[in-house]
C-alpha cells in the first residue's frame, strides 16, 4: 500500500508544478528570452574582439644557381625529350597552355599532349607537381622568385 502514497504525492507534485508553470508562465517566457539573448551577445562579443591572424605575403627575388646543370642520366631513364623539357620549362615559369602554344608556335592540343606524356612520365597528376618533381629530378632549375610568408 505504500506504493499508493508514491504515487499520490508524485501526482500532487506535478499538479503544483503545472500550477507553477500557468501562473507564472510569463515570466519564465522571459527568462528563456533573456538567457538566449545573454548567450548570444557573449558569443557574439567574443566573435568580434577575438584578434585576427594577418597574413603578409610577399614575393622576393630568389637568385637561381648560376651553374645548373641538367642531369642528363636522369632525363634519359625518365625518356624525357627536348620538347618536353622546353615545356616544362615554360610550365614553370607560370604559362598557360595557350601562352605556351603561342610562344612554341606550335597548337594548343599539341602542349596538352606533350604536358600530359610529360606528367606520365614524372608521376604528376596536377600542373604544380611536375615543377616541382622536375627541380627535385634536377631536370629544371630551382624558381627564380620565391613567396615568403610572414
Request: proline share 5%.
Amino acid at each position: 500500500m505504500a506504493w499508493w502514497a508514491g504515487a499520490i504525492i508524485s501526482l500532487l507534485k506535478l499538479v503544483e508544478y503545472q500550477y507553477l508553470v500557468v501562473e507564472h508562465s510569463f515570466e519564465i517566457y522571459g527568462a528563456l528570452i533573456a538567457a538566449l539573448f545573454a548567450g548570444f551577445g557573449i558569443w557574439l562579443g567574443l566573435r568580434l574582439t577575438q584578434a585576427r591572424e594577418r597574413v603578409i605575403v610577399r614575393e622576393v627575388a630568389v637568385p637561381a644557381p648560376p651553374t645548373f646543370v641538367r642531369d642528363p642520366h636522369r632525363v634519359d631513364s625518365l625518356g624525357i625529350t627536348p620538347r618536353e623539357l622546353e615545356i616544362l620549362e615554360l610550365i614553370a615559369s607560370g604559362l598557360s597552355n595557350r601562352e605556351i602554344a603561342e610562344q612554341i608556335f606550335v597548337s594548343e592540343n599539341t602542349v596538352k599532349t606533350h604536358s600530359s606524356r610529360l606528367f606520365d612520365k614524372l608521376g604528376a597528376r596536377r600542373r604544380t607537381q611536375p615543377v616541382q618533381l622536375g627541380k627535385q629530378a634536377g631536370l629544371i632549375p630551382c624558381t627564380s622568385h620565391g613567396l615568403v610568408i610572414h
